[in-house]
């Protein structure tokens, strides 16, 4: 998990967190430091004014000097987060908008409200999250402090504005009785935004309620007349439409307010011809397919890629639910009458909370509303019976058990749902298509021209990534080598292809190979900034995974596989690997559950061999290492070859005599 990647959350009460959950301690000045900083937006606060947001007219003898102790206290406290940075005149925080909570609400208030006319489903649904960002008035730590009022009045207003956006989109997929109470209150709490009281008028008439919508729009004119203004044209026509019982104001017809969508991509998607064709014949086939895969070789893409090719199929579109963020429920208290032994009872009871979890982010992204009555994978199933749509299910694999329940479920109570599911271990649920996403092609070692080259995807990937960096980056006869050597070296991993050529920024590829070899996983360790936290450095992909494995034996055995260079067999694993923590009982069981993990790769179907990918190797060498566990593991490899081979080469003696 990476550590610098810190939130900040001031739609609220003020906290920092980090990506594990844990909350950054600060006292109270260096809150409000850190708080007039953010509300600056990522420009620089100047040292004037940053001493007169903390102490006012009363600043300290040597205030530059003691707000730069608290400047240096502030970054003691965030470390190794190194977002406040020192400029010419004063001190600037470095964030993302995905890393506050009021520019992340800001940015999906924006696409949120731009969407309402053109896909309202949407609309509803990126409203709906952006609104579940607040959690009380924002700033209100600091609402008696200058630099806070404004901004707290600003985004008061946003806020409205999103939750009008929102209803409005609800009122367009046909929830206008849905949201009529929630307008009455919202027109009481402010009685001179006119788009509220209209949308209170259109959500009656639709209800109907013409009687009640007309009185609203009288209800408005007073309200408006008490501040000497007077009714907009639109209310005044949408008043005369109600009378009038214009058509026009009829709920839009079913197939618009079903039609789902797929998020755009943002950089072209190469290669993958193989794969493409293969999922496209499986959901012919199936209405559920899984791909699986280690971290990073590419497996959202690759669905999402899938995807656009195969929606114009399904009435009712294509839509994604990213479960990477989702966390598992915690279970509740156990209760006095509960058993204690861990029994089915319990079991049954986390799994289903699980699949309501599940559940519920469905809903959200397909903006199905919750209702009062039955669990929310009941709601769901419900809603998507008469449905013909395709839905993507991102990242499950630490969700597995219950999206394995969510979706049986939703298979046989809508037989329109295709279902594509990308994780680290596959759903197990019957019908199931597993695809095994392997790495990107990768030209052979033999010497080749660069046309023959470009024929295979990792080098074409390279090449298309790096051009994101360097427009004018071109392979060329004199940067081949030290390319295919990077591709090789990253054996066609996605990721780290994508992680390497952001290095081309500052070195030549002969520079980034060298630095691959001498220095692998460290070399890759830093990704865009709105890349997921776990895809922010490999280590940090790798690092998922083994935290993802049930037990320490798991990840003991997995860290001591990187022993073997290429290939190997059980025999091998069991006479080097096993000892009093790695039972010999069970190493059979774990390795099973390493391949299932898509962590250790199986080759062969009577012979069965082993390997692991060069870079999980890499993370197990250097844990190895770190343990001092790396020296004993190569002499047990050693002396258990030599023996290998003595009586290899005593039984071929004992054949020829």
């Given amino acids: 998990m990476d550590e610098r990647n810190l939130s900040y959350r001031i739609l609220g009460p003020f906290s920092v967190l980090r990506s594990s959950g844990e909350e ?17 937006d990522n420009n620089v606060v100047s040292t004037d004014a940053l001493i007169d947001s903390l102490w006012g007219s009363q600043p300290p003898s040597g205030g530059k000097r003691t707000l730069a102790y608290h400047v240096s206290k502030l970054r003691e406290a965030l470390h190794p987060d190194e977002s406040v940075v020192t400029e010419s005149s004063g001190y600037r925080l470095e964030v993302t908008e995905e890393q506050v909570d009021a520019r992340w609400f800001e940015a999906l208030a924006r696409e949120g409200g731009l969407s309402v006319d053109s896909n309202p489903i949407v609309a509803a649904r990126v409203l709906r999250k952006a609104l579940a960002l607040w959690h009380g008035e924002a700033l209100i730590d600091f609402a008696y402090e200058d630099f806070a009022r404004l901004e707290s009045e600003r985004l008061a207003t946003l806020r409205v504005d999103a939750v009008e956006h929102r209803i409005s989109a609800d009122i367009e997929v046909g ?111 199936s209405r559920l397919v899984t791909l699986t895969g280690m971290g990073g070789i590419g497996k959202t893409r690759l669905a999402l890629a899938a995807a656009r090719g195969l929606r114009s199929r399904f009435d009712n579109g294509a839509a994604l639910v990213a479960l990477e963020d989702v966390t598992s429920p915690v279970s509740r208290t156990q209760s006095a009458n509960q058993p204690m032994d861990g029994s089915a009872t319990d079991d049954e009871a986390e799994l289903l909370r699980v699949a309501d979890t599940v559940a519920s982010e469905i809903g959200l992204a397909l903006g199905i509303k919750e209702k009062r009555r039955g669990s929310r994978l009941e709601q769901i199933c419900e809603s998507l019976k008469s449905n013909e749509m395709l839905l993507l299910l991102d990242n499950c694999e630490h969700l597995i058990d219950g999206v394995a329940l969510a979706v049986s479920k939703i298979l046989d109570a809508a037989p329109g749902v295709s279902i594509i599911a990308t994780s680290r271990k596959h759903l197990d649920v019957s019908s199931e298509q597993l695809l095994e996403v392997a790495p990107l092609a990768t030209p052979p070692e033999a010497s080749i021209e660069v046309d023959v080259a470009r024929e295979y995807d990792a080098l074409r990937f390279f090449e298309s990534r790096a051009r994101m960096v360097s427009p004018d980056f071109t392979v060329t006869r004199g940067s081949l080598g030290p390319v295919l050597e990077i591709c090789r070296t990253l054996e066609g991993l ?164």
Wanted: aromatic share 6%; with cysteine.
């Fill in 24 to 40: 950054v301690r600060l006292p109270p000045m260096q809150q409000m430091l850190l708080a007039r900083l953010i509300v600056a």
């Fill in 175 to 285: 929830e206008h009785s849905a949201v009529v109470s929630e307008l009455q209150g919202l027109v009481h709490d402010h009685p001179y935004r006119e788009g509220l009281w209209k949308l209170l008028m259109l959500s009656l008439y639709r209800s109907d309620r013409q009687a009640e919508a007309l009185r609203a729009a009288r209800d408005a004119r007073d309200a408006l007349a008490e501040i000497g203004v007077e009714p907009s044209v639109g209310l005044v026509e949408l008043e005369e439409q109600i009378l009038q019982q214009d058509p026009k104001l009829d709920p839009a017809p079913a197939s618009r307010q079903t039609k789902y969508v797929l998020p755009a991509d943002r950089s072209a998607f190469v290669g993958r011809a193989t794969e493409l064709a293969t999922i496209d014949r499986f959901i012919g086939s």
């Fill in 494 to 657: 996605p990721l780290a292809i994508e992680l390497t050529v952001k290095l081309l920024k500052a070195r030549s590829v002969e520079q980034i190979r060298d630095e691959l070899n001498q220095h692998g996983l460290a070399a890759l360790e830093r990704g865009s900034r709105d890349f997921p936290s776990r895809h922010q450095t490999m280590g940090a992909v790798i690092g998922w995974s083994y935290g993802m494995l049930a037990t320490d034996q798991q990840r003991a055995l997995l860290e001591r596989l990187s022993i073997f260079r290429g290939s190997f067999d059980y025999r091998a694993v069991l006479s080097i690997c096993a000892d009093d923590v790695v039972s010999s009982r069970e190493v059979l069981d774990m390795m099973a559950d390493l391949v299932e993990a898509s962590l250790v790769i199986s080759q062969g179907t009577e012979a069965v061999r082993y390997r692991l990918h060069g870079l999980i190797r890499q993370f197990g060498l250097d844990s190895l290492e770190q343990k001092g566990q790396l020296a004993q593991l190569h002499e047990k490899h050693a002396v258990y070859f030599v023996d290998r081979a003595e009586q290899e080469q005593q039984m071929q003696s004992y054949v020829f005599r």
